[in-house]
């Protein structure tokens, strides 16, 4: 896994192979934050990652000029991989927590200016991210939200949907809070 651009662009970490998360691709990672600095100034933005997994976009976050990042992940295993990981950045932008997304959203009283979720594509509940998202009021007037899904998943209704990208096997659909 290795860090795109920003502060530590070039930067790379092993995952161990027991590791049950597969990584957003560098190839797919690089092209929707392509996309996404079209709608996003990173540069002191606050974000939440959500679904963290190996802690690829939030390492991105970080070396891209956040002020502040959230990651949740909830296996012990790849939560401690991310802190040793920040660790070795010796950053301290990052709040690390390990939890259930759902218990984390319903109980947040923070806004993001971004927010990132990557869950298992086959999640059950993965249709109602973006409504819970929305719902919370957690995603700040004028911010961003990307889901990473699978190819089955349409979100082009949804009254937040701004586009769709895919990249192979990789889709992100991107939605947009209202400016208030």
Do not use: W
């Not at 161990?16 to 709608?39: C, G, H, S």
Request: contains cysteine.
């Amino acid at each position: 896994m290795r860090i795109i651009t920003g502060k530590y662009k070039g930067r790379h970490f092993e995952i161990p192979r027991t590791f049950k998360a597969r990584p957003t691709t560098d190839f797919a990672k690089e092209n929707i934050f392509n996309v996404l600095i079209q709608y996003v100034d990173f540069d002191e933005a606050v974000a939440l990652d959500l679904f963290s997994g190996t802690g690829s976009i939030t390492l991105e976050l970080i070396s891209r000029g956040c002020s502040q990042v959230v990651s949740v992940e909830m296996d012990r295993d790849h939560h401690r991989f991310i802190t040793d990981c920040l660790k070795k950045l010796d950053t301290d932008v990052c709040i690390p927590l390990r939890g259930d997304v759902f218990r984390f959203l319903k109980s947040c009283h923070q806004q993001f200016d971004f927010i990132f979720a990557d869950p298992p594509y086959a999640l059950k509940e993965l249709a109602s991210i973006p409504d819970l998202v929305f719902e919370k009021d957690i995603l700040k007037p004028d911010g961003i939200f990307v889901l990473e899904h699978g190819k089955d998943n349409d979100f082009s209704s949804h009254p937040n949907f701004v586009e769709h990208r895919s990249y192979g096997s990789v889709n992100f659909s991107l939605f947009k809070a209202p400016e208030k």
